[in-house]
């Protein structure tokens, strides 16, 4: 007898269909778990970079570069996509070698198919930047599975066959070999070198083996190109590099050369142009690096350069004990220096000297100093504002922000009304919790400054547009970022400096004025790669008129310190955002910032190297920074009634982000620098 089929009310099926839709739920609640999920990844970057044995060590500054840039061009891979939603982060685990073999953790906040994780990779990566990778080599799998190629040691471009393994956050490393060719550099600076191009080798070069090219020349060297020689000779000789023939894209593509082995050595100067006729360079080391970067496109024919060592070549020969060598290469008797009466041909020996002169035969004496071959004696009768201005610059008096006895020139003053700042920096002081609406400011989260607030305040123009923010710090002289001149410090009729300057568009407009450049001196420290000692000054070819709207800053003492803690200011033309769709805004912007531990800040910024030249300012929620456009503007700090600059806008990780604050170069550590660059120019 057939069993009959009880049918379902319409509340059980009611109630099972809520049960299904529970569950379901359930089970993306499950899956899409708080902490996501996250995949083992591994590729293979076949240009701009070749392993070293320092990205081994992950505190190195070398891993630390290196996986930020890789970290970078990932991220950007999968903002491209479908993914973009659902990815969160990428984390570089370690290098190994075979061109430099890249094992990374990749998170995610729902669960994906390995798969699409994989094609989206693949399809995202854009190798139009520094570094180049081979997209056959990407292998993503689940966290505890390992690519096959990590079991394979005899496949070439895979780590060495060697039978150690080290272990790192739960992944294995296999052992790493030397580097395979000293001629390397990797981008976006210079650390590693470039695999895959041929950059025309040997790469240590001694007398007679003294000449060497760009590659390909006198043909197009091709894009993306990182070439280092080292050049060689004897302890206690130095090295004079003399470039034949010199053609390249300028700006773009760049020739710099480094007093001593390594990119860490100073710096002698940085080439580039169509056709250019460039000075021989000399070092004062045994030895001389040369590096050769260029971009993705463009080119000339390259450069062509020899080089001869000796000792104290282009250095007059010494002297004997008792005498004085001047600049112009004679020699006087030590008694003659600073005795009131010039003795070398270019009055050297009396350039670095003050007396102190009597006046009317009495006891009260005054200072006296030569500026160039006259002496002046101060409060004389041909003595002027201008020759106190130069007194104080000479004596480096306008380091600080108090007058001095015969310095009475103002420096950190702002001439604005009363009225002017308490309709501004004063608001803005009260309102420092910025509001959601304020974080459109150009100056991330800043607001309009009042006209005139920042009379200091400079607008860098390269070939009719705003391109960085520069410091007033006397009539003549300006400080930058070397980040904003590097590359454009040969083309000097490019530059154009616009001060007193409100709106970008009352350029040429009273009471601004405009002036050109006929000087640039980066600070001999400043490294691309590490972006440390990013500083410069900029001579102008006139001096400016002081008034109301234009006014120098002052410069701290090179001892003083400035509290974690204290609210400074940032001001610039800058983007509005990071993603903003103008580079530059209109009116001039200003906000307010906190001072960072450097401690404190090298915790936040664990990628980089925070050096002793460097200072940080941010708020831990973010919401205020500096940004695109704003480099080379001031940091600055009211301290007894004057405005000082305590730091020049460097670096960040994007801009306004939380925990991750900007970067500035720290300029109290070049006080002295400047002072003495004003002085010898």
């Known amino acids: 007898m057939g069993c009959r089929k009880q049918r379902w009310s319409s509340t059980e099926v009611l109630l099972s269909v809520l049960c299904l839709i529970l569950l379901a739920v359930c089970v993306g609640l499950i899956v899409g778990e708080p902490n996501g999920i996250v995949f083992n990844g591994r590729m293979v970057i076949t240009r701009g970079a070749v392993f070293t044995e320092e990205l081994r060590n992950r505190s190195s500054l070398q891993f630390k570069s290196l996986a930020f840039e890789t970290e970078h061009l990932i991220s950007e891979a999968y903002g491209r996509g479908s993914l973009c939603n659902d990815f969160k982060a990428c984390r570089v685990l370690h290098f190994s070698n075979g061109s430099v073999v890249v094992n990374f953790d990749l998170q995610f906040r729902y669960s994906v198919e390995v798969e699409i994780v994989e094609q989206q990779l693949v399809a995202g990566l854009q190798n139009t930047g520094d570094l180049v990778v081979d997209r056959n080599s990407i292998q993503v799998t689940g966290k505890h599975k390992l690519p096959l190629s990590h079991l394979v040691s005899s496949l070439p471009h895979t780590s060495t066959n060697s039978p150690s393994l080290t272990w790192y956050s739960h992944s294995p490393t296999l052992a790493q070999t030397p580097p395979l060719s000293p001629g390397i550099l990797t981008p976006p600076y210079y650390v590693f070198s470039c695999f895959s191009v041929d950059c025309g080798g040997p790469f240590d070069l001694w007398e007679p083996n003294s000449t060497f090219s760009s590659p390909n020349y006198p043909s197009s060297y091709g894009n993306k190109a990182f070439c280092l020689w080292t050049l060689h000779a004897r302890d206690g000789w130095n090295i004079q590099l003399h470039f034949l023939d010199f053609d390249v894209e300028p700006i773009d593509d760049v020739v710099e050369v480094r007093d001593g082995a390594g990119p860490a050595s100073e710096l002698l100067g940085v080439f580039t142009g169509f056709d250019a006729t460039i000075p021989d360079v000399i070092s004062t080391a045994n030895q001389i690096t040369v590096i050769f970067s260029t971009d993705i496109s463009g080119h000339g024919r390259g450069f062509h350069a020899n080089f001869t060592s000796g000792l104290a070549l282009g250095r007059p020969k010494p002297c004997a004990t008792g005498f004085y060598l001047c600049q112009s290469g004679e020699c006087i008797f030590n008694t003659s220096v600073c005795d009131g009466q010039p003795d070398c041909v270019d009055s050297s020996d009396e350039a670095d000297c003050v007396h102190l002169v009597s006046v009317n035969g009495t006891s009260v004496r005054r200072l006296q100093l030569q500026v160039q071959t006259r002496w002046y004696t101060t409060c004389a009768e041909n003595w002027n504002a201008q020759f106190t201005h130069f007194m104080c610059r000479y004596l480096a008096l306008l380091t600080g922000h108090k007058d001095n006895l015969l310095c009475t020139v103002a420096c950190g003053v702002r001439m604005v009304s009363q009225e002017m700042r308490r309709g501004g920096l004063a608001e803005q002081r009260m309102g420092e919790d910025e509001s959601e609406e304020s974080a459109t400011g150009r100056v991330v989260g800043g607001a309009e400054s009042p006209k005139g607030a920042w009379p200091w305040m400079v607008s860098l123009h390269w070939r009719g547009r705003h391109v960085c923010g520069a410091t007033l710090i006397d009539s003549q002289w300006l400080v930058t970022a070397a980040h904003c001149i590097y590359g454009k410090n040969i083309h000097l009729s490019n530059w154009v400096a616009v001060l007193g300057l409100h709106s970008q568009a009352n350029v040429g407009v009273l009471p601004s004025q405009t002036r050109k450049v006929d000087r640039v001196i980066m600070n001999k420290h400043y490294n691309k790669q590490t972006k440390d000692a990013d500083i410069a000054m900029m001579h102008l070819q006139t001096n400016v008129t002081f008034t109301e709207y234009i006014q120098p800053i ?128």
């Not at 306004?656 to 300029?667: E, K, S």
Request: aromatic share 8%; net charge negative.
């Open 554 to 681: 002052c410069l701290p003492r090179s001892d003083q310190q400035f509290e974690a803690g204290r609210k400074c200011f940032i001001a610039g033309w800058g983007r509005e955002a990071e993603q903003g769709e103008s580079a530059v805004s209109n009116v001039l912007q200003q906000a307010t910032l906190p001072l960072l531990s450097q401690s404190e800040c090298q915790k936040l910024l664990p990628e980089y190297n925070i050096t002793a030249r460097m200072l940080c300012a941010g708020y831990p929620e973010g919401g205020v920074d500096s940004c695109q456009g704003d480099s080379g503007g001031p940091l600055m700090c009211e301290m007894d009634g004057h405005w000082v600059q305590v730091g020049v806008v460097s670096f960040g990780k994007g801009c306004g982000r939380p925990l991750l604050p900007g970067v500035y170069a720290m300029v109290s550590q070049f006080t002295d620098w400047i002072v003495l660059t004003r002085r010898s120019q």
